[in-house]
């Protein structure tokens, strides 16, 4: 592989206090990994510089079809000092599945796997340490042709930014209402919902918005051919525990496969807790909740690792779920995969990924 060429900043920005309460994704570090694509050049010129804006032509493919990839994942600091990754190859095998589907120049694992750990061990002293903030961490690739025909790009951009995050939930873990979405939908199979791209997200905006107005912190999506079976909650999987069983929807072509839903799942299965991945209805759901089977229902996902759910509303039934209190697997699958993340948990081989 090309050496990863270092240019450090001259001027360090000022790093956010400890007391910082940090919100998501607003705070960035000193310096950026960024590569170059041409094609029949391939990546070329890998480096590490101070964050920087970009300059791209406003004609450049991405701003006009959306052909992009982004990924997510957090560094952690441990007590002893060490920084941690949390399964990074998980992710960069997904960003490669995503850039498959968008026609986009498969990434190299050791290009994408030193890119990664020298950004975050140059801009180490940017992880908070404080309970439950981190470092996170998003790879992104760009199409960059200047172009206003639709084909897939000549050439691209691929950066890696790092954020410092807070917990998600300051005051613990607060279990979420989510709304069932009934009009809209994310994804269809054949599409690009198992891809981790902007498209998706662009297309669950006006249902969140509608969500948000009535109080709802998410939006559950049902499938897009029979609007019938549960899908995923906007970033995250879902889980519910029903009658002793933990289920979870199977990838079906349009969920996104997260990390930390097979993370959990895994998790379940050394745990000897019965888990299930299979299609799911609403009216499973319903039945389950009316009838009190539904003992715990969780979303997983990197941002908040996992979200208890409180509440869901379907049309005009809400749904109370667990006395708005987390459950007890929804709690050990938690606490388990932040002590793993953090090195106070020994976890699965190569769950946790050391930077040095
Ligand atoms: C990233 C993402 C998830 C969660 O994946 P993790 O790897 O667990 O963070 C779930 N759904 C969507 C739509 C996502 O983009």
């Given at each position: 592989m090309q050496t990863i060429r270092i240019e450090k900043t001259l001027c360090p920005k000022e790093k956010p206090g400890k007391d910082n309460?940090?919100?998501?994704?607003?705070?960035?570090?000193?310096?950026?990994f960024e590569v170059d694509y041409e094609e029949?050049?391939?990546?070329?010129?890998?480096?590490?510089?101070?964050?920087?804006?970009?300059?791209?032509?406003?004609?450049?493919?991405?701003?006009?079809?959306?052909?992009?990839?982004f990924e997510g994942l957090k560094a952690y600091k441990a007590e002893d000092g060490r920084v941690l990754l949390?399964?990074?190859?998980?992710?960069?095998?997904?960003?490669?599945?995503?850039?498959?589907?968008?026609?986009?120049?498969?990434i190299p694992k050791d290009l994408f796997m030193e890119g990664l750990k020298q950004v975050v061990?140059?801009?180490?002293?940017?992880?908070?340490?404080?309970?439950?903030?981190?470092?996170?961490?998003?790879?992104?690739?760009?199409?960059?042709?200047?172009?206003?025909?639709?084909?897939?790009?000549?050439?691209?951009?691929?950066?890696i930014i790092l954020?410092?995050?807070?917990?998600?939930?300051?005051?613990?873990?607060?279990p979420v209402k989510i709304w069932i979405e009934d009009e809209y939908v994310r994804a269809v199979k054949g599409g690009i919902g198992e891809a981790k791209t902007g498209g998706n997200y662009a297309a669950s905006l006006a249902s969140q918005v509608k969500a948000h107005e009535e109080g709802y912190a998410q939006v559950l999506?049902?499938?897009?051919?029979?609007?019938?079976?549960?899908?995923e909650v906007g970033a995250m999987n879902i889980f519910f525990k029903i009658n002793g069983v933990v289920i979870t929807p199977q990838l079906n072509?349009?969920?996104?496969?997260?990390?930390?839903?097979?993370?959990?799942?895994?998790?379940?299965?050394?745990?000897?807790?019965?888990?299930?991945?299979?299609r799911i209805s609403v009216d499973e759901i319903l039945e389950a909740a009316r009838t009190g089977a539904m003992e715990e229902c969780f979303g997983t996902g990197t941002a908040a690792v996992v979200s208890p759910v409180g509440e869901l509303r379907y049309e005009n039934e809400i749904m109370s779920i667990g006395n708005n209190q987390i459950g007890a697997v929804t709690q050990k699958i938690y606490d388990t995969i932040t002590g793993i993340q953090l090195g106070k948990v020994?976890?699965?081989?190569?769950?946790?990924v050391e930077v040095k």
């Open positions: 309460p940090l919100t998501f994704g607003t705070i960035f570090t000193d310096h950026m029949g050049k391939g990546w070329y010129d890998p480096r590490i510089v101070p964050y920087h804006s970009l300059a791209l032509d406003p004609s450049a493919m991405v701003f006009h079809y959306g052909q992009t990839m949390f399964r990074p190859d998980k992710n960069w095998e997904r960003a490669n599945r995503s850039n498959a589907r968008l026609c986009i120049p498969e061990e140059i801009d180490k002293d940017w992880i908070p340490t404080k309970s439950g903030t981190s470092l996170y961490i998003r790879p992104f690739v760009i199409a960059t042709d200047p172009f206003l025909g639709v084909r897939p790009s000549h050439t691209y951009k691929f950066m954020s410092p995050v807070g917990a998600y939930y300051e005051s613990g873990l607060n999506w049902l499938d897009g051919i029979h609007r019938k079976y549960i899908e072509g349009s969920i996104l496969p997260g990390v930390t839903r097979d993370s959990a799942i895994a998790l379940c299965k050394e745990w000897g807790i019965p888990v299930e991945e299979r020994e976890g699965p081989k190569g769950w946790s």
